[in-house]
């Protein structure tokens, strides 16, 4: 087959954590169908988001900005429609993007009539993408689908309800093939099948899982025993960020597992590995899902002929130091999978370099051929893929905890602008920085458990000022120069 550009197949699964793979080194967790993809593309390893939760994740991802110039600060922050993104550059390279899942990207209000119904939910869609299949928070494609299969009502009303008291390992109430996961993949293969074989497409398929609620379908529900699982990193140690404490006192277990109940900082190491097994079991399942995929493509016969990517938007903290979800300081919450494979590159290799999400739009471009329409922060990772080294010394994500203050610090609610943190990692540091809570250092050399906080106190006060120097730089390399970059005169 002779095509005049590749397909693109762009897959988010939500809420993945970067050593959540075989191919990552995971002891336990099995996902042959990604560990057989990176055996024929790049497997990145140190890959991380720029931010969290999903829309800032996906914000960032999309768009090439960090959360700095992209300004999307939270679920429900509208995405500026003056900014260049994936689909649009799709679009200038010939494409017809289309969406298969969500973007969660909040239009512009500039953009539209005050009374249009866009602006009152955070669930919009990407510009440029047209959407073959959505499946929003509401669930009701697929559970109008559980509904046609003959599920009872109380299944395809409420998939995931659950009494208090509920096990955490119970099986979903719905068969495997028949989830969530499963119907998105259906539905992406049947659109396969009826594109011409001629013409180069571009697929974005976003997956929730594996995002909470931790419940799995049979067999994945048990797959994994919580005493195999690796051990919580930190649980009942002090929390070595204020941040990660704020966070963990405000969390609901029932947010996470439906039937438990009570505050997530309550439940013990045993509940967690229980919840981490589980994790486990719904990450299996999508990988099944994933090779379902991969297989219709191979016997569509268009497998040679398509870049596929595989990421995250953000990361989950999974038990440790106590705590569920993402956000704050933590690697945990923003170390995220990342596999390449591209027609003509790179196979079988493994990256241990540090690269960002912000470089998945520049790679596109280059990809896909097209220009940029704004000054970008990322890095194409394309030579990367053809064997170079990556550039980067370090990565930066940041986290606005601005819709938190109220609860993790009362009285304070006139500080939202403070409320954020930026934080860079390199090989040897993590430094965060808050305007609100001050500064947080750590020797990853020394404690690479990240277990003692050298932000403050003395001794290491010329070492934290280096830090604090090469993030300052980082922050000003990150200014905006689309037009500053140009004279008139």
């Not at 497409?201 to 529900?221: D, E, K, Q, R």
């Not at 609901?252 to 109940?261: M, S, T």
């Not at 219709?296 to 870049?307: D, K, N, S």
């Amino acid at each position: 087959m002779t095509q005049s550009r590749p397909n693109i197949l762009f897959i988010t699964a939500d809420q993945w954590r970067g050593d959540c793979l075989g191919v990552a080194g995971n002891p336990v967790l099995r996902t042959p169908h990604v560990d057989a993809l990176a055996a024929e593309g790049t497997a990145f390893l140190r890959h991380h988001a720029a931010a969290a939760p999903c829309s800032p994740a996906r914000a960032a991802m999309y768009t090439g900005l960090q959360q700095c110039n992209n300004r999307v600060v939270g679920n429900g922050t509208p995405l500026a429609g003056r900014f260049d993104n994936m689909a649009r550059a799709a679009r200038r390279a010939g494409y017809r993007p289309v969406l298969f899942g969500y973007t969660d990207q909040s239009p512009d209000p500039a953009d539209h009539d005050p009374a249009d119904p866009a602006l009152q939910s955070y669930e919009g869609i990407l510009p440029g993408f047209e959407v073959e299949q959505g499946l929003f928070e509401d669930q009701a494609p697929w559970r109008r689908w559980l509904k046609q299969l003959g599920y009872p009502e109380a299944v395809w009303r409420d998939p995931y309800g659950a009494p208090p008291g509920a096990g955490i390992a119970r099986p979903a109430p719905f068969e495997a093939r028949h989830s969530q996961t499963a119907f998105l993949a259906g539905r992406f293969i049947d659109w396969l099948d009826e594109q011409p074989e001629e013409a180069g497409w571009f697929a974005h398929v976003s997956l929730i899982h594996p995002h909470p609620p931790f419940l799995a379908c049979a067999p994945y529900n048990d797959m994994y025993r919580p005493e195999a699982v690796p051990e919580l990193e930190g649980y009942g140690e002090a929390s070595p960020h204020v941040l990660t404490r704020m966070l963990g006192e405000v969390q609901r277990a029932e947010g996470f597992v439906p039937g438990l109940e009570g505050p997530v900082a309550a439940l013990s190491e045993a509940v967690l590995r229980q919840i981490k097994a589980v994790y486990y079991g719904m990450i299996t399942e999508v990988d099944a899902q994933l090779g379902r995929i991969f297989d219709a493509l191979r016997a569509r016969g268009v497998w040679e002929e398509t870049v596929v990517i595989l990421i995250s938007d953000h990361g989950e903290m999974m038990g440790d130091r106590g705590v569920l979800g993402k956000g704050g300081v933590m690697p945990q919450s923003y170390h995220i999978p990342l596999v390449i494979k591209a027609p003509g590159m790179g196979t079988g290799q493994v990256v241990r370099g540090l690269t960002s999400a912000v470089d998945l739009f520049p790679t596109l471009l280059e990809v896909m051929g097209v220009e940029a329409r704004n000054a970008l922060d990322g890095q194409s990772l394309v030579p990367v893929l053809r064997g170079a080294a990556p550039a980067r010394e370090a990565v930066i994500w940041e986290f606005h905890f601005g819709a938190h203050l109220g609860r993790v610090l009362p009285g304070q609610a006139g500080r939202r602008a403070e409320a954020k943190v930026m934080c860079r990692l390199s090989e040897a540091a993590l430094y965060a920085a808050s305007p609100l809570l001050g500064a947080g250092y750590w020797d990853l050399a020394a404690d690479p458990g990240m277990r003692c906080d050298l932000g403050a106190g003395p001794g290491h006060e010329a070492a934290r000022l280096a830090q604090a120097e090469a993030l300052l730089a980082a922050r000003m390399r990150l200014d905006d120069e689309t037009l500053a970059a140009i004279s008139l005169v």
